[in-house]
């Protein structure tokens, strides 16, 4: 078998679009975080009303 060559730019292009997805994902799970708080906030200040 021979060795698999890598050439520098799709490694580079594959860690951006590895980074991007994790940037994506993380903002959508702060997103879900943070609407659940709101609404937890929302709810506890219904209930003190």
Not at 15 to 28: D, E, M, P, R, Y
Request: hydrophobic share 55%; charged share 10%; glycine share 2%.
């Amino acid at each position: 078998m021979t060795p698999m060559k890598y050439s520098f730019e799709p490694v580079k292009e594959v860690s951006v679009w590895q980074l991007t997805a994790k940037i994506v994902v993380l903002a959508g799970v702060l997103m879900a975080y943070s609407y659940c708080f709101l609404l937890t906030v929302n709810s506890v200040l219904k209930l003190a009303h």
